[in-house]
């Protein structure tokens, strides 16, 4: 099971840090991807770490403002982000999957998601 928290209420140019915790088993060896859905809106990806932490991406849109990393010792992959915008309101999801080629297209967890919203 994986578990999102973090998400809330910003105003925009304001941060948030989304965690996202496994539990029953280790994240360790999983890549783990942030998706977000907006209201109306397919779910998007917007970042993702190999399980060594080594291997990082992101989508346009979020390059230079979030920061995604892991700790694997607290079984937990974080999503940092800055200087937020009204347009990054959606739902965060995080996935996991054994293979990073995978974990962008078809993970085989999913979080419940956690809500952030950035309005004046």
């Known amino acids: 099971q994986l578990v999102e928290s973090g998400g809330g209420l910003v105003h925009p140019g304001g941060s948030l840090r989304l965690s996202c915790v496994a539990s029953?088993?280790?994240?360790?060896?999983?890549?783990v991807g942030w998706f977000r859905q907006a209201p109306g809106k397919e779910r998007d990806w917007v970042s993702c770490?190999?399980?060594?932490?080594?291997?990082?991406n992101y989508e346009d849109s979020v390059k230079g403002r979030f920061t995604i990393s892991r700790d694997n010792a607290k079984n937990t992959v974080y999503l940092q982000m800055n200087s937020l915008k009204p347009e990054d309101t959606a739902v965060y999801y995080c996935?996991?999957?054994?293979?990073?080629?995978?974990?962008?297209?078809?993970?085989?967890?999913w979080g419940q998601g956690t809500q952030v919203t950035v309005s004046a």
């Open positions: 996935a996991a999957d054994a293979q990073y080629s995978r974990v962008t297209v078809n993970p085989l967890y």
């Open positions: 770490i190999s399980s060594d932490g080594i291997h990082t």
């Open positions: 029953g088993f280790s994240l360790e060896h999983y890549a």
